[in-house]
C-alpha cells in the first residue's frame, strides 16, 4: 500500500479525490489517499504551496512532493523540503492558458473595446489590421509559454519568444540572454508574460524595459505579479508608453480594493483565473510519477531548485 497525504485546502479535498483515486487504479498503484496522516507514513505528498504543511522535516520516507500548481516559487526557497519537487505540467491547464493568451491578445488586436463600449450611434469603421501585422512577444517559452507561443503563430502572428536557454524554433524568433530581451520588448506590440518567478524574472519589467517596448503597446501578464515593476507600469500607462495592461496576477492577492490598478481605465483585471490546474488531467500525471517513483524510473517535470523553476 502506498501513502498518500492530500495537503492542499480541504475544499480541494472533493475535486481531487475521485479524479486521483481513478488515475491511481487505472495505473494499478493500491493507494491510501487521505488527507491525515502521521508524518512518517507518507510516501507522497500531492501538494498545494497555500496548504498547512511548510515543514517537511517530519515526512522522513517521503520520496517525492507532487505539485498541484505550475508555479512553484512559494515552496522553492523552502530549505526543509529535500526531497525531489515535481510541478505541475497539465495538459488541460495548457489548454486554458492558450485559450485565456489568445482571447486576451485578439481582444487588443481587433480592437474589440471599441465597439464593445462604444454602442453610442456613431458609426466607427476602424478595420483592424491582420494579425501577421501585429507583433507579439512571450517571454518564457516553457509549457505554457511556447503553448500559447505557438497558438498565436499559428493565427498568424509574428511570434518572438524569450528564454533562459537560447532556443531553436521553426515559427518562433527565439532569443536569450540580456541583448535577446532588449531586442524582443523593441518588437512587442503585445507582449505576453509566461515567466516564472525567480530572482533572475522578478520586476524584469521596470522602467527602463517598458520604455524599449513600442510606444503604446500592450502587456498582458498571466505570470506572476512581481515580475512587473508596479509603479513603473503605473507611470507608463500615465504617458501613454503602454496602451493597455491586462493583469492575472499581482505581488498581493487578492489585489487590495485600494489598488490604483482597479481604477486605472486602461488596466483590466481579472483575478488569477487565466488558467486553473484541471483535476483530471493532473491527476493522471500525479498517478504518473507515483508510479514512477515506486519503479525507480526518473520523475517528470521535476523543479530545479537552484534555477528555482
Ligand atoms: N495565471 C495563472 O492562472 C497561471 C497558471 C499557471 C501558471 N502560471 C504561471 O506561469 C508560469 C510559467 O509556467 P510554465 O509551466 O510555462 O513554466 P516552465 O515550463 O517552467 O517555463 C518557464 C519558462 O521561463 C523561462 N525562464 C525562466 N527563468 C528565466 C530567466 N531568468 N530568463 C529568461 N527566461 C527564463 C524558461 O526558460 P528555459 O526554457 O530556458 O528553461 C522557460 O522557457 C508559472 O511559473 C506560473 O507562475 C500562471
Given at each position: 500500500?502506498?501513502?498518500?497525504?492530500?495537503?492542499?485546502?480541504?475544499?480541494?479535498?472533493p475535486?481531487?479525490?475521485?479524479?486521483l483515486?481513478?488515475?491511481?487504479?487505472?495505473l494499478?498503484?493500491?493507494?491510501?489517499?487521505?488527507?491525515?496522516?502521521?508524518?512518517?507514513?507518507?510516501?507522497?505528498?500531492?501538494y498545494?504551496?497555500?496548504?498547512?504543511?511548510?515543514?517537511?522535516?517530519?515526512?522522513?520516507?517521503?520520496?517525492?512532493?507532487?505539485?498541484?500548481?505550475a508555479?512553484?516559487?512559494?515552496?522553492?526557497?523552502n530549505?526543509?523540503?529535500?526531497?525531489?519537487?515535481?510541478?505541475?505540467v497539465?495538459?488541460?491547464?495548457?489548454?486554458?492558458?492558450?485559450?485565456?493568451?489568445v482571447?486576451?491578445v485578439?481582444?487588443?488586436?481587433?480592437g474589440?473595446?471599441?465597439h464593445?463600449?462604444g454602442?453610442?450611434?456613431?458609426?466607427?469603421?476602424?478595420?483592424?489590421?491582420?494579425?501577421?501585422?501585429?507583433?507579439?512577444?512571450?517571454?518564457?517559452l516553457?509549457?505554457?509559454?511556447?503553448?500559447?507561443?505557438?497558438a498565436?503563430?499559428g493565427?498568424?502572428?509574428?511570434?518572438?519568444?524569450w528564454?533562459?536557454?537560447k532556443?531553436?524554433?521553426d515559427?518562433?524568433?527565439?532569443?536569450s540572454?540580456?541583448?535577446?530581451?532588449?531586442?524582443?520588448?523593441e518588437?512587442?506590440?503585445?507582449?505576453?508574460?509566461?515567466?516564472?518567478?525567480t530572482p533572475?524574472?522578478?520586476?524584469?519589467?521596470?522602467?527602463?524595459?517598458?520604455?524599449?517596448?513600442?510606444?503604446?503597446?500592450?502587456i498582458?501578464?498571466?505570470?506572476?505579479?512581481?515580475l512587473?515593476?508596479?509603479d513603473?507600469?503605473?507611470a507608463?500607462?500615465?504617458?501613454?508608453?503602454?496602451g493597455h495592461?491586462?493583469?492575472?496576477?499581482f505581488?498581493i492577492e487578492?489585489?487590495?480594493?485600494?489598488?490604483?490598478?482597479?481604477?486605472?481605465?486602461?488596466?483590466?483585471?481579472?483575478?488569477?483565473?487565466?488558467?486553473?490546474t484541471?483535476?483530471?488531467?493532473?491527476?493522471?500525471?500525479?498517478?504518473?510519477?507515483?508510479?514512477?517513483?515506486e519503479t525507480?524510473?526518473?520523475?517528470?517535470?521535476?523543479?530545479?531548485?537552484?534555477?528555482?523553476?
Open positions: 500500500m502506498i501513502n498518500i497525504l492530500f495537503a492542499a485546502k480541504a475544499e480541494r479535498w475535486t481531487y479525490e475521485a479524479p483515486k481513478q488515475a491511481f487504479a487505472d494499478g498503484l493500491e493507494v491510501d489517499l487521505r488527507q491525515e496522516f502521521s508524518p512518517e507514513e507518507v510516501d507522497y505528498i500531492v498545494a504551496p497555500n496548504s498547512d504543511v511548510q515543514d517537511f522535516t517530519p515526512y522522513t520516507r517521503c520520496k517525492a512532493v507532487l505539485n498541484l500548481w508555479g512553484v516559487e512559494a515552496i522553492t526557497g530549505d526543509t523540503l529535500t526531497q525531489p519537487l515535481a510541478r505541475m497539465d495538459s488541460g491547464l495548457t489548454e486554458g492558458m492558450i485559450e485565456w493568451v482571447g486576451h485578439l481582444r487588443h488586436h481587433l474589440m473595446d471599441l464593445i463600449r454602442q453610442d450611434g456613431e458609426w466607427r469603421s476602424h478595420v483592424p489590421p491582420l494579425a501577421r501585422e501585429r507583433r507579439v512577444t512571450v517571454l518564457g516553457g509549457e505554457l509559454g511556447m503553448a500559447a507561443a505557438e498565436l503563430a493565427l498568424g502572428f509574428p511570434v518572438t519568444g528564454s533562459r536557454r532556443k531553436t524554433l515559427k518562433i524568433t527565439a532569443l540572454g540580456d541583448e535577446g530581451l532588449k531586442q524582443a520588448l518588437q512587442a506590440d503585445i507582449l505576453v508574460l509566461l515567466l516564472p518567478l533572475g524574472t522578478e520586476n524584469v519589467i521596470d522602467t527602463e524595459a517598458l520604455a524599449l517596448m513600442p510606444q503604446g503597446a500592450v498582458i501578464n498571466p505570470g506572476r505579479g512581481p512587473i515593476d508596479d513603473a507600469l503605473l507608463a500607462l500615465d504617458t501613454g508608453q503602454i495592461a491586462t493583469l492575472d496576477v505581488r487578492p489585489l487590495p480594493r485600494d489598488h490604483p490598478f482597479w481604477a486605472h481605465p486602461n488596466v483590466t483585471v481579472t483575478p488569477h483565473i487565466a488558467s486553473e484541471r483535476p483530471i488531467t493532473s491527476s493522471q500525471v500525479i498517478a504518473e510519477n507515483v508510479r514512477r517513483g525507480g524510473e526518473p520523475f517528470l517535470y521535476l523543479v530545479d531548485r537552484g534555477a528555482g523553476y
